[in-house]
């Protein structure tokens, strides 16, 4: 038998420059809260460029980068001016997702089907750079195999509809939602993706997706930001490792 692969963690720290953003200041900064997720384990930064720079700034992505010693996973939507920045910072991974204005946060997965040509142009010039590109998506079959497709070698699923149930006690549409995802995640892997997952998870949803073999990477941000407040980053970051390093065993 195999040695169980260890799955990695990304953390996010998009919000960190939210609370900054709050009132205006230099404080609290992104780039310090990267550098303690760094000491504390974490495998890669998210950072979240967004067009109307409601957290994280340009400046941010520049400081981030030069900071740190593990990868930027640079999510990003499909836009000219983001592909710019992309293509000038050459992150080691770009995943793209939807974004609306008036959202508080990313709501779904992105509509590879709808916009399949565009987006197989879009992402070429960043491939031809170096950059490993993953498509933020929901846990759909055609999403999938319209992301195998147009060239992305990573699928993100959407864990957020999952997390929205458990939390409502929809315990059977969870249920049906969390199989949805072992499913999924099956089927991306079978077809030469790799397979990461995030949005919405906790300590509470964590263990049945890092339970999944096929996901080798979880993005998690939110909630460890939020519990930050309580604990402290390093504590909160070595509590989700420990929970998803126990459920590969």
Do not use: W
């Amino acid at each position: 038998m195999g040695s169980i692969k260890k799955l990695r963690l990304g953390v996010n720290i998009d919000h960190v420059a939210t609370v900054r953003n709050a009132r205006g200041s230099a404080y609290p900064d992104p780039v310090r809260a990267a550098l303690i997720a760094q000491e504390a384990g974490a495998d890669g930064i998210t950072a979240h460029l967004r067009e109307d720079r409601r957290h994280i700034v340009d400046q941010d992505i520049t400081s981030i980068i030069k900071a740190i010693d593990i990868p930027l996973n640079f999510e990003m939507a499909a836009t000219d001016e983001m592909k710019k920045i992309a293509l000038a910072h050459e992150p080691h991974a770009v995943c793209i997702v939807p974004e609306k204005r008036e959202e508080r946060t990313t709501e779904g997965g992105l509509d590879v089907v709808k916009d399949e040509n565009k987006l197989a142009h879009f992402i070429t010039p960043l491939r031809e750079k170096g950059c490993r590109i993953s498509i933020f998506i929901a846990a759909d079959d055609k999403q999938i195999k319209a992301a195998r497709r147009i060239g992305a070698q990573v699928v993100e699923l959407h864990t957020g509809a999952y997390c929205d149930l458990h939390y409502d006690k929809r315990f059977e549409e969870r249920d049906a939602e969390l199989s949805r995802l072992k499913d999924m995640a099956s089927l991306a892997h079978s077809l030469g993706l790799e397979v990461h997952a995030g949005h919405g998870l906790t300590y509470e949803t964590v263990v049945p997706i890092a339970e999944l073999p096929e996901v080798v990477e979880l993005n998690i941000g939110h909630f460890l930001i939020g519990e930050s407040m309580f604990t402290g980053l390093k504590d909160a970051i070595f509590k989700m490792r420990e929970l998803m390093d126990k459920a590969r065993l």
